[in-house]
Every structure is written in C-alpha cells, then in structure tokens.
C-alpha cells in the first residue's frame, strides 16, 4: 500500500507537463500520515505566513492511538515547473496511544507541493521520519505523509 501511494505521489508532483499555478495563501483538506506499522488519517491545514515561510497542523486518527502534528517548513519554487515547489522543515508530534504513554517525536521533513491552475486543490507528498523524544515508542526512518488540501487564496 505505502509504495503504491508513494508512485501515486510522485507521478503527480512530477507531471510537470500541466501548467500550474502557485498563488494560495491556505489549504485545508485530508491527510495521511504513513509509518512502517501505522497509519494515520484525518485532517491537515497550512497557512503560508510569507512566499517561503509556511505553518502546517496535522490531526490523525487509527485504532487506539491519535496523532497530532505542528511542522515548519521553507517552501521554494522549481524553477521552469510552475505550480510545483520542493519544501523541507521541522516539527514536533504526539501520538496519543490509549493504553500507555504518549509518545513525543521530532519530525524532520522533506518533501513536494503541487498546485494545478484552475484547480482549487493542492498535492503534497513528504518523506517524514520520526525522532522520539519520550522513553517510550522507536524511531522511524521510513515515514511519508500525503495530503490533498482545498486551497484559499
């Protein structure tokens, strides 16, 4: 499943072939949040606070644990492919597990965001490992979160 959203991802960000358009000041809309025994679904929203400078809230859900996610991320245009822009950041998540404690992790993230013109929605995919923080719960290299949002302008 992980590698089938990961070519579904990829081959949207990178049909550059469409043109695109890049001016949305928010997006708010669905999100998955993919760990190597986990997956989170729910509720995703970023807010762009200049060009570059963007704020993401992430909400996810699945049996007996929720996740809850504040990243920070540069966002920059690829050049000659408008519409599609390459970000990176950071931040901190909890995961709310029922029965133990929660677990406090750092999330890097690299990743891409694409905007069709005349679409209202917007496309990102990211690679986003976790860094736990807290005694309990175990690093995980290989997590990727997917979004499609509405945008606003």
């Not at 677990?103 to 905007?115: N, V």
């Amino acid at each position: 499943m992980k590698k089938l959203l990961f070519a579904f991802g990829m081959v949207v960000l990178c049909s550059t072939a469409i043109k695109a358009q890049t001016n949305y000041r928010a997006a708010l809309g669905l999100g998955i949040d993919l760990y190597d025994n986990a997956t989170f679904f729910g509720a995703t929203g970023k807010y762009f606070f200049s060009d570059n400078h963007v704020g993401q809230a992430d909400l996810g859900f699945e049996d007996n644990a929720t996740i809850a996610t504040i990243l920070y991320s540069f966002h920059k245009e690829i050049v000659g492919a408008r519409g599609l822009r390459w970000y990176a950041g950071v931040g901190p998540s909890i995961i709310f597990l029922k029965y133990t404690d929660n677990i406090f992790a750092l999330r890097p993230h690299l990743g891409m965001d694409f905007k069709v013109d005349g679409v209202p929605f917007v496309v990102n995919f990211d690679w986003r490992p976790s860094v736990v923080l807290s005694e309990v719960g175990e690093n995980e290299v290989g997590a990727f979160g997917f979004g499609l949002q509405f945008a606003f302008d």
